[in-house]
């Protein structure tokens, strides 16, 4: 790559982590602003109130929590995100969001933020090792007995050390 794509590219990483940061929640003790056509239904969000949902919310709480987080682009919440890629609890059915069970749904989130840190798809990343987008049908249950919520989970753990050791 010629030195002038370097730093053009240097440029639009730059950009896109300020982007971010811009978008990161600000102290838990202040109320988040709730993103302009956010799916999260509940608002304001505090930083506390997020991890809590986020470690220890029901499966609803839990799901509307991962929403928020994917509509404000929360990098700050990947360490609690990715550690709930293993829980197969069953997820509220609201229509067909595609996610059956909370540790998709985290996966998915996990996806869309790495997205926007190194801007490497999910499907160039390895959609299995990344993803439940071709086995999510068979649900959290019999994902987790197979080893599989681990599996994906423990991928997104290095792939987040590997991050933040750059």
């Not at 794509?5 to 811009?22: E, G, K």
């Not at 609803?60 to 990947?78: H, I, P, Q």
């Not at 439940?132 to 681990?150: I, P, Q």
Request: glycine share 8%; hydrophobic share 40%; proline share 5%.
């Amino acid at each position: 790559m010629k030195p002038a794509l370097h730093f053009l590219a240097a440029i639009a990483a730059c950009l896109v982590l300020v982007v971010i940061a811009a978008r990161l929640p600000g102290p838990a003790s202040s109320p988040l602003v709730q993103p302009e056509g956010s799916e999260s239904s509940k608002a304001p969000w505090s930083e506390e109130s997020l991890q809590e949902a986020l470690t220890v919310g029901t499966s609803s709480e839990k799901s509307d929590a991962l929403t928020y987080v994917r509509d404000v682009l929360a990098v700050r919440m990947m360490h609690e995100v990715i550690e709930l890629i293993d829980d197969p609890s069953s997820l509220p059915r609201e229509g067909d969001t595609g996610w059956g069970f909370v540790g998709h749904q985290a996966a998915t989130v996990v996806g869309d933020l790495a997205f926007a840190i190194d801007r490497i798809s999910i499907e160039h990343k390895g959609r299995r090792e990344y993803s439940f987008f071709d086995d999510a049908y068979l649900g959290g249950e019999a994902l987790s007995k197979s080893g599989r919520l681990v599996e994906v989970r423990d991928n997104w753990r290095r792939w987040w050390q590997d991050h933040i050791n750059r």
